[in-house]
């Protein structure tokens, strides 16, 4: 089976929430910030962090998926949904080094 990649987009709740979330959302980015570390550990995770857009900062990560439904597990069971949502779109290729 080929591998497929997707690029993933976590759009923050608001424009300021780089600059101005609470502690208690700094909590839920952490928890999330160890999420994707420990399956990009796990191989499933090529690149995530952080935008500076001067727009609006927000989450850029591209991983390995075997589906659709399986990204949607992934962004399920990230605590940074609590409080934040994303958008994914499947890539047609991807080179890595």
């Given at each position: 089976?080929d591998?497929?990649?997707?690029?993933?987009?976590?759009?923050?709740?608001?424009?300021?929430?780089?600059?101005?979330?609470?502690?208690?959302?700094?909590?839920?980015?952490?928890?999330?910030?160890?999420?994707?570390?420990?399956?990009?550990?796990?191989?499933?995770?090529v690149?995530?962090?952080?935008?500076?857009?001067?727009?609006?900062?927000?989450?850029?990560?591209?991983?390995?998926?075997?589906?659709?439904?399986?990204?949607?597990?992934?962004?399920?069971?990230?605590?940074a949904?609590?409080?934040?949502?994303?958008?994914?779109?499947?890539?047609?290729?991807?080179?890595?080094?």
């Open positions: 089976m591998k497929k990649y997707y690029a993933l987009k976590l759009i923050p709740n608001r424009p300021s929430f780089a600059q101005d979330m609470t502690d208690e959302e700094r909590a839920v980015m952490h928890q999330h910030v160890a999420y994707w570390k420990a399956l990009m550990d796990k191989g499933k995770v690149v995530f962090g952080p935008v500076l857009d001067p727009k609006e900062v927000y989450g850029l990560g591209v991983i390995e998926a075997e589906s659709d439904d399986e990204v949607k597990t992934f962004i399920a069971k990230d605590p949904i609590k409080i934040n949502t994303y958008e994914f779109y499947p890539m047609r290729a991807i080179v890595k080094s």
